[in-house]
């Protein structure tokens, strides 16, 4: 595996690092999760412009057909600056379940929409239980008149409340196996029936609570053939998965860069606090957790790129990585700035608030290394 980044990935790069230098400040990133909405359009508008929506999704589809790796590149960087958008949620993991159980059809109708950033979709797979497992999926869609009703509560669900159209992962039997019988279905945010309340707390991103009343679903808007969704989903979420280390090993950078700069500005008893043996543990151990969820991401995005049948195992591995490295650094990074750390005009906050969220999100690593286990048949 080589992760040098090619001539286009570099240029990726360096486009997204000056679009955050002088679009996204952090006074910005402040007002943006302060909002009402978690959103700003026009920064969403000027990403879709810039042709990150469409990196993964294929060109017959109205994407770039770049794959994962590229991607992450992007991701990585609005890591680094705390950039809040909806691109995990609509271009990475509603694509790509689009894309792994949709018909022709349904891609041609969905995806292009994606790609310009036009439409945006989130993906409602959590419930009141929380857990990313199967079996965890309660929420019923009955049959009606050929096609679906649905009753039942989403609860931490991203960009929900920004969302054009929200795929609903739904119980359309019961019986066999905790896989057998989930469907997905795509339904209007605003249809009758249909609630979105934004969560409270200190949660970044915006996390929603979705609820569907007598929710009615045409058997068109179902995505492929009812009650096969489990492995559409489960590939969904591994692209995701991987995106987002990508994003949350560019958080962990982030704060690695301020700790280490704090430490050599800040003085104390008339030299540099980088002088101090603790305070030198707590900058390394936050480069450690920096370099390790990098490197992990990146080859779980190599891997799915390249098919490999392994690369859930690395996908696990590098959110684990990532769920115990970037609050952990987080944690050192506080240490390390002691009550400067908690302004929230200083900047530090953003990452802790996003690593207290993020290190659960699409399972942590309590999730991921039994998965891991599972998949390496050490455990049944």
Same mark, same amino acid.
């Given at each position: 595996?080589?992760?040098? #980044?090619?001539?286009?990935?570099?240029? #990726?790069?360096?486009?997204?690092?000056?679009?955050? @230098?002088?679009?996204?400040?952090?006074?910005?990133?402040? @007002?943006?999760?302060?909002?009402?909405s978690?959103?700003?359009?026009?920064?969403?508008?000027?990403?879709?412009?810039?042709? &990150?929506?469409?990196?993964?999704?294929?060109?017959?589809?109205?994407?770039?057909?770049? %794959?994962?790796?590229?991607?992450?590149?992007?991701?990585?960087v609005?890591?680094?600056?705390?950039?809040?958008?909806?691109?995990l949620?609509? +271009?990475?993991?509603?694509?790509? =379940?689009?894309l792994?159980?949709g018909? !022709?059809?349904?891609?041609?109708?969905? #995806?292009?929409?994606?790609?310009?950033?036009?439409?945006?979709?989130?993906?409602?797979y959590? !419930?009141p239980?929380?857990? &990313?497992?199967?079996?965890?999926?309660?929420?019923?869609?009955? $049959?009606?008149?050929? %096609?679906?009703?649905?009753?039942g509560?989403?609860?931490f669900?991203?960009?929900?409340?920004?969302?054009?159209?929200?795929?609903?992962?739904?119980?359309?039997?019961?019986?066999?196996?905790?896989?057998?019988?989930?469907?997905?279905?795509?339904?209007?945010?605003?249809?009758?029936?249909?609630?979105?309340?934004?969560? !409270?707390?200190?949660?970044?991103?915006?996390?929603? !609570?979705?609820?569907? $009343?007598?929710?009615?679903? *045409?058997?068109?808007?179902?995505?492929?053939?009812?009650?096969? +969704?489990?492995?559409?989903?489960?590939?969904?979420?591994?692209?995701?998965?991987?995106?987002?280390?990508?994003?949350? =090993?560019?958080?962990?950078? +982030?704060?690695?860069?301020?700790?280490? $700069?704090?430490?050599?500005?800040?003085?104390a008893?008339?030299?540099?606090?980088?002088?101090?043996?603790?305070?030198?543990?707590h900058?390394?151990? =936050?480069?450690?957790?920096a370099?390790?969820?990098? &490197?992990? *991401?990146?080859?779980?995005? &190599?891997?799915?790129?390249?098919?490999m049948?392994?690369?859930?195992?690395?996908?696990?591995?590098?959110?684990?990585?990532?769920?115990?490295?970037f609050?952990? =650094?987080?944690d050192a990074?506080?240490?390390?700035h002691?009550?400067?750390?908690?302004?929230?005009?200083?900047?530090?906050?953003?990452?802790?608030?996003?690593?207290?969220?993020?290190?659960?999100?699409l399972?942590?690593?309590?999730?991921?290394?039994?998965?891991?286990?599972?998949?390496?048949?050490?455990?049944?």
């Amino acid at each position: 595996m080589d992760l040098t #980044l090619n001539e286009i990935q570099t240029m #990726l790069q360096s486009s997204a690092r000056e679009f955050m @230098e002088d679009q996204l400040p952090k006074t910005r990133v402040l @007002e943006i999760d302060d909002s009402e909405s978690g959103f700003d359009p026009n920064l969403w508008e000027q990403m879709s412009e810039l042709g &990150w929506p469409s990196l993964a999704i294929p060109e017959e589809y109205g994407g770039l057909g770049q %794959g994962l790796v590229d991607l992450g590149v992007v991701s990585e960087v609005m890591g680094y600056y705390a950039c809040p958008s909806p691109l995990l949620s609509s +271009a990475v993991l509603s694509a790509q =379940a689009i894309l792994a159980a949709g018909s !022709e059809d349904q891609k041609q109708a969905m #995806l292009p929409g994606i790609a310009m950033g036009q439409q945006i979709y989130a993906l409602a797979y959590t !419930e009141p239980d929380y857990s &990313w497992s199967p079996d965890s999926i309660q929420l019923q869609a009955s $049959e009606n008149n050929g %096609g679906y009703v649905l009753n039942g509560t989403k609860l931490f669900i991203p960009d929900a409340n920004v969302a054009d159209r929200i795929l609903v992962a739904a119980r359309t039997s019961n019986g066999g196996a905790p896989e057998d019988g989930l469907s997905l279905m795509t339904v209007d945010r605003t249809a009758p029936g249909v609630s979105v309340r934004v969560m !409270e707390g200190w949660i970044g991103p915006k996390a929603c !609570e979705v609820n569907f $009343e007598n929710v009615e679903v *045409a058997s068109s808007d179902v995505l492929g053939e009812p009650g096969s +969704a489990w492995n559409a989903i489960e590939s969904a979420m591994d692209c995701a998965t991987a995106v987002l280390c990508a994003f949350m =090993a560019g958080g962990t950078q +982030a704060v690695y860069d301020m700790t280490r $700069e704090y430490s050599q500005s800040r003085i104390a008893f008339g030299v540099p606090i980088g002088t101090f043996q603790r305070v030198q543990d707590h900058v390394i151990d =936050a480069l450690t957790d920096a370099d390790s969820a990098k &490197w992990t *991401a990146f080859e779980a995005l &190599w891997q799915l790129d390249e098919g490999m049948d392994d690369a859930p195992i690395g996908v696990s591995t590098a959110k684990s990585v990532a769920s115990l490295g970037f609050p952990r =650094a987080c944690d050192a990074a506080h240490h390390v700035h002691a009550g400067i750390g908690a302004d929230l005009d200083y900047g530090l906050t953003q990452y802790t608030k996003r690593a207290r969220t993020l290190q659960h999100y699409l399972g942590d690593h309590v999730y991921h290394k039994a998965r891991m286990a599972r998949l390496m048949k050490l455990s049944g």
